[in-house]
């Protein structure tokens, strides 16, 4: 448990209370507004420039939700987690979407969701224009001059950039928390060759690469309460 509420700026582990659906159409415009209408100072969890931070922390009733998200995500508890999810919370860019697909989703094992949401939430957070999160924070920044399909952010601190796809081979540099970018992912393999911001050629750990584009999660509050309104990967 302690290891998936790192993340979150409190764990209160406070009792679910019955909440009202909010369905997802629309949620964005009449989101929760930020606590004295400023986004909050971000927490900063890492060193480095896309490192994980946390602005969520003034959003009301967000940290609720949270805890709620973690709790359900460590129980591996679909119902929970559909439940707190909008009816019809999109999940891909085709036909995908519901809280019906989004259990069907967590429990079959082509999706490996729950490794997904794992991972994400210790991404950090992001409160967004429109008033509600985005989980991870570094999908919501803006990360000019790199094409988001051939961009890879190293999700670690002095992750070294390596001549060769070896573990002994010189290390060219160390690189903690930014964008790099790749030809081809090739995700059976052990190390990707990339080019880091500087323009220099190497390969890292294909473990401490993560796509632009990869799971994302957004949810938005109306009327107190918050719903995880789309869950995707891709664009």
Known sequence: MKALLAALPMVLLLAACQRDDAPSENLAAQAGQLVGGEKPEAAKLAAGRYAPQDTCGDLKGADAFREDLAVAVQSRDA???AALAAEDVKL??????????????????????WDELDELLTLGCSANKQGGLTIPWYF??????????SGMLVTGEKVPL???PDPE????????????????????DPYQQVTARDGKNGFILTSDLRSLVDYRLSAAS????WRIVSLVAGD
């Open 79 to 81: 119902e929970a987690f």
């Open 92 to 113: 891909d860019f085709g036909e995908g979407s519901g809280r019906a697909e989004l259990r069907k989703r967590l429990t079959g094992k082509e999706w490996n969701l």
């Open 140 to 149: 919501d920044q803006n990360i000019d001059g790199v094409d988001p399909f």
């Open 162 to 164: 390596r001549e060769s």
């Open 169 to 188: 081979s010189a290390i060219l540099e160390r690189i903690s928390w930014d964008v790099v970018t790749i030809d081809a992912l090739r995700p059976d």
């Open 222 to 225: 109306r009327n107190g309460t």
